[in-house]
């Protein structure tokens, strides 16, 4: 594995000297990217070049999503359909069985209970896996980190928002729903408007802290990895990737425990 890591690392490398160095050539005596902006374009959602998916409005990351999407339908078709040919799972399809047992026993019940618990496992299990498929899809060299993208985060932050508010309306009604936003019971009447306040605050400031948590622990990783690899471009010396490769194998190294510590995050606090 660690050789298969340093391989990669060194393609990785590679790879970004020649596109630096496209870079730098493009405009003899014009102006030439910085570091900064050489950054920003692997780590910004962009539209694809070609004319077809810019008609759509395919970037980066909704390719990505895509792809996620597709492989974690085929992985999971397959992995089920083993299971209903051979009867006992095996393999890859008991790894996916403990993971989702372990996120309905360890995740769901014990925060909302059995009844409320096994009827999100599968919104849970879908979060978790999705967010992990397009985290470790962007560790490949020339993809893109979909969750890096505050949009995507965003978006599952919402939908997880959208669950909240109707889920609880519908297991409380709204009248003890607004009662419970407005504090326990015993609350001064003079309180009761601040308090409905700071839990309507408290209610909106949990989807932005999923937003930005997830966004921006995908995208430090990537950066750093970027900072890394461009020492040698910045010291113009090849002997750099003596220090600079082995330190960006063991960051991707990092970035591939933070993949799955991210999906668990953001689907525990959901």
Not at 14 to 20: D, I, R, T, Y
Not at 141 to 160: D, E, H, K, Q
Request: proline share 5%; net charge negative; charged share 10%.
């Amino acid at each position: 594995t660690a050789v298969g890591f340093l391989f990669a690392g060194a393609a990785f490398a590679q790879e970004h000297a020649a596109e630096a160095g496209a870079i730098a050539g493009e405009h003899e005596g014009g102006h030439e990217e910085t570091l900064a902006e050489v950054i920003m374009h692997h780590i910004v959602n962009t539209p694809l070049e070609h004319p077809l998916l810019q008609q759509w409005g395919i970037s980066k990351a909704v390719a990505m999503m895509m792809i996620s999407s597709v492989l974690l339908i085929l992985v999971f078709g397959w992995a089920m359909r083993r299971t209903r040919l051979h009867g006992a799972p095996s393999g890859l399809t008991n790894a996916l069985e403990l993971i989702v047992v372990f996120i309905r026993d360890e995740v769901a019940v014990p925060a909302m209970g059995h009844k409320w618990g096994a009827r999100f496992t599968p919104f849970l299990c879908t979060v978790f896996f999705f967010i992990l498929a397009c985290n470790l899809l962007g560790m490949l060299p020339g993809s893109y980190t979909a969750m890096s993208n505050l949009n995507v985060t965003a978006t599952l932050a919402l939908i997880t928002l959208g669950l909240i508010v109707i889920l609880g309306l519908f297991e409380q009604g709204p009248v003890k729903y607004i009662k419970h936003m407005a504090g326990p019971p015993g609350t001064p009447a003079f309180i009761v408007p601040l308090v409905f306040v700071i839990e309507i605050l408290s209610l909106l400031v949990k989807p932005i802290a999923l937003t930005i948590r997830l966004g921006a622990n995908m995208t430090a990783g990537h950066i750093v990895i970027l900072v890394m690899v461009s020492f040698i471009f910045v010291f113009e010396s090849v002997w750099m990737g003596l220090l600079s490769v082995p330190l960006a194998v063991a960051i991707s190294i990092l970035e591939l425990i933070v993949a799955f510590i991210q999906a668990y995050v953001f689907t525990l606090l959901s």
